[in-house]
Each structure stands twice: as structure tokens, then as C-alpha cells.
């Protein structure tokens, strides 16, 4: 059986949400997450106990993909220590870092 993608989870996650949120019993959520996702009940329960602290849908990101790239060593240890003190992945640092440089190009251009 293969793992399910961060993507997966989080649909799944919103989807026990939204029933919680129209006022489901867990049980009927449950057979519900159930049969939309072929999820087993303990796993249907899993996403339910999780959609009860959190305070409302999660944003469903897109999947990440690997690349390489090479950079000057300078910035690589300005961008980790970056990345240590701010608890933020460097690919977090990186992609929030170009979709910046995107923008503004898109709107200077």
C-alpha cells in the first residue's frame, strides 16, 4: 500500500472538517470518510480527532518537487543559518523568495 501525499492528507483532513462542521455525529462522519476515500475506520477516526482542534480548513498546498541548484557558498551559509533561526525550511526560504521576484517582475513587466 503506498503513503499518502501531504496533498491527500490534507483533503481528507478539510473533508472531516466540513462534515464536523455541518454537524455529522462521528460515526456518520466516519462511514462517510469512509466510503469517499476507501479509508479503513480507524484511519476515518484518525482525520475526525484531528479536524476537532483545528479551527478551520487547511490550505492544501501544492506537491513539492525536488531541484538542484547551485549557489555561492556565502549565500548558502547566510540561507541555512536563515533557516535555523527562523524554523522555516531552506526550500520554504527559497520558493517564498522567487514567487517575491516572480511577482514583482510580473508586475513591473
Partial sequence: MTRSSNTEKTLRLNAAFDLLEQGYTLAEAAESLT????LSRRQAYRYLQE???IDGPVLVTSPSIPITIKMPEDVVIRLRSHAQTSGLTIGEIVAQAIVSFLDKLHRHG
Fill in 35 to 38: 466510503k469517499k476515500f476507501g
Fill in 51 to 53: 479536524a476537532q482542534v
